[in-house]
């Protein structure tokens, strides 16, 4: 930047200062120094002292408050060194922040989509239990009514047999006793006749006897041929005991299928327990979702409390600067409306170094 020509007013004098400084922090400069030297010579036994220690006194003046202002701009340095520190604290705590709220967004999108798949889950469990339940129900329904049926059958099918065969031995027997009393009636009255007849002769006595004995190999004929229905009938019996048998199986059969019920049953009450389970899981995730979002709010409090602070801090800093702005402001205005400018008396140079101090 090319050196100018700034005229200022020190001390009641005009002095043409050349640097490279702005006319704005030259004269910002000169009116400090007019100020402490008014401030001076206010002071009472000031002008009475020579001039050089008017000047002493000057300088010991501007120098106390060089370091008086070196201490304030120290401890400002500090004081924004510790705001940046807070602020960076801040900031650090409002990142860890959002990102635990992001986390705990994700966390609450994992917790929706478990919850969701949870649900799911427990639907499809709860329609494959039902049509388990309802297929099992179906099944026993139809196998009891199929045994129900073919026990039914064997049953009346066994009854009408054995009472069949009850009938027939009977009738038979009846009919075999009948032929058999009939014959050997008629053979011993055969008998008798021949022996009336025959008693004459002793050749007609053995024809009466051998009559008699054919009579009764007849009847014992008739008995064998009876013994053989009897043996029939047996054989009924027997078969009527199988069927018997045959429907002892099936009643055991049903009661694997009552077993095979209740096991069902037993079945459809743990899928019961375990959609009442998976329902209790529904409702504690979505506490923890209630929990989440409450801790989201909360998050979001400390936010909002945390961003509130740092720009009350920051509008704190920008008042202290403005009013010491101000301050300055107001100090170089009110000397320049205590004394006019007077006529130039010259031209003084001075160095770049002592206008920056």
Not at 73 to 99: G, I, N, P, W
Request: charged content about 35%; aromatic content about 4%; proline content about 1%.
């Amino acid at each position: 930047m090319a050196k100018q020509y700034i005229d200022v007013l020190i001390d009641g004098k005009v002095y043409s200062l050349g640097g490279s400084e702005t006319e704005g922090y030259v004269q910002q400069i000169a009116t400090y120094l007019n100020g402490k030297i008014f401030q001076l010579k206010a002071q009472p036994g000031f002008l009475k002292m020579p001039e050089d220690y008017q000047s002493i006194m000057t300088y010991l003046n501007l120098a106390d408050d060089y370091f008086k202002e070196k201490e304030s701009a120290k401890a400002l340095a500090s004081d924004k060194e510790s705001m940046e520190k807070e602020t960076y604290r801040l900031k650090h705590e409002m990142v860890s922040t959002q990102m635990k709220l992001e986390s705990l967004r994700n966390e609450r999108t994992v917790s929706e989509e478990e919850l969701e798949t949870a649900k799911k889950a427990a639907k499809e469990a709860a329609e494959q239990a039902e049509a388990a339940k309802n297929e099992v129900q179906a099944q026993i329904e139809r196998v009891k009514k199929e045994a129900q049926e073919q026990i039914e059958a064997v049953k009346k099918t066994a009854q009408e047999q054995v009472e069949s065969a009850r009938k027939e031995a009977q009738e038979q027997i009846e009919r075999a006793k009948r032929e058999v009393q009939e014959r050997v009636e008629s053979a011993e009255k055969a008998a008798q006749d021949r022996a009336a007849r025959a008693e004459q002769t002793e050749a007609a006595k053995k024809e009466a006897l051998e009559q008699i004995a054919d009579a009764k190999k007849e009847a014992n004929d008739f008995r064998g041929e009876a013994e053989v229905w009897k043996q029939e009938a047996e054989d009924q019996r027997l078969a009527v005991e199988s069927s018997q048998s045959e429907i002892a199986s099936l009643q055991d059969k049903l009661e694997i299928l009552k077993q095979q019920l209740e096991e069902a049953r037993q079945a459809a009450t743990a899928v019961q327990t375990e959609k009442s389970q998976l329902e209790a899981r529904l409702m504690q995730t979505e506490q923890e979702k209630q929990s989440v979002k409450e801790q989201l709010s909360q998050l979001e409090q400390e936010k909002q409390t945390i961003k509130k602070d740092l720009e009350e801090s920051l509008q704190e800093a920008g008042a202290a600067r403005e009013e010491l702005a101000a301050v300055r402001q107001a100090q170089v205005e009110a000397y320049m409306k205590r004394k006019p400018f007077p006529k130039r008396q010259g031209t003084v140079e001075l160095k770049d170094a002592i206008l920056r101090l």
